[in-house]
């Protein structure tokens, strides 16, 4: 089975700091790696698809690298509204990381 | 593009719930629909997706047997049957556009499985 392993499951970081995600996957994806962003008591929202491409919204600071099996989301310059929790996910198995929480170091 | 979940709510092990999501600002007949959950302090889970005509299907293992997905193109409507509830499907659940990406999440309908 298709595994995704995030790292790290958590990371504090201070406003302004960049904050770098890790997403690993047990075989080759291609690039099929999206990135989504999560707040609490809130429904997650799509960062990056297609493991670097912008979703249509979302702030240039957030960029996403990667193919095969180890992707990266970057977070440059972080700022207060950037706190939660990020979620990798691939496709065509549809399995997510663990998930990172980022919070106020 | 809004998507709005219903039908979430307390119910016993061994019981059955219907979850209804309803879509709105967009083509719903155009796309592929998907449900998504998490359990609570959890990360997300993928569950089941219906192709935009409902001839296509698939879920994930843990609710294979248990759980249907379907949908009215008609109302703008996604349906998910849940039978034979466990307290491990005790979870948010998410209506969600597309199979691949996930590109629009409705807000989550809060299924509670306990006696």
């Known amino acids: 089975d298709l595994q995704m392993t995030q790292t790290p499951s958590s990371l504090s970081a201070s406003v302004g700091d960049r904050v770098t995600i890790t997403c690993q996957a047990s075989?080759?994806?291609?690039?099929?790696l999206n990135w989504y962003q999560q707040k609490p008591g809130k429904a997650p929202k799509l960062l990056i698809y297609?493991?670097?491409k912008l979703e249509a919204g979302v702030p240039s600071r957030f960029s996403g690298s990667g193919s095969a099996t180890h992707f990266t989301l970057t977070i440059n310059s972080l700022q207060p509204e950037d706190f939660g929790t990020y979620y990798c996910?691939?496709?065509?198995?549809?399995?997510f990381g663990q998930g990172t929480t980022v919070d106020l170091k | 593009v809004q998507l709005v979940e219903s039908g979430g709510g307390l119910v016993k092990p061994g019981g059955s719930l219907r979850l209804s999501c309803a879509g709105s600002?967009?083509?719903?007949?155009?796309?592929?629909m998907s449900w998504i959950r998490q359990a609570p302090g959890k990360g997300l889970e993928w569950i089941s997706y219906?192709?935009?005509?409902?001839?296509?299907?698939d879920y994930a293992d843990s609710v294979k047997g248990r759980f249907t997905i379907s949908r009215d193109n008609a109302k703008n409507s996604l349906y998910l049957q849940m039978n034979s509830l466990r307290v491990d499907d005790t979870a948010v659940y998410y209506c969600?556009?597309?199979?691949?990406?996930?590109?629009?999440w409705g807000q989550g309908a809060l299924v509670t499985v306990s006696s």
């Open positions: 969600a556009r597309r199979a691949a990406i996930f590109e629009y």
């Open positions: 600002g967009f083509k719903f007949s155009d796309y592929y």
């Open positions: 219906i192709n935009s005509d409902g001839n296509t299907i």
């Open positions: 075989q080759d994806i291609n690039y099929y």
């Open positions: 297609d493991a670097s």
């Open positions: 996910q691939q496709y065509p198995d549809l399995r």
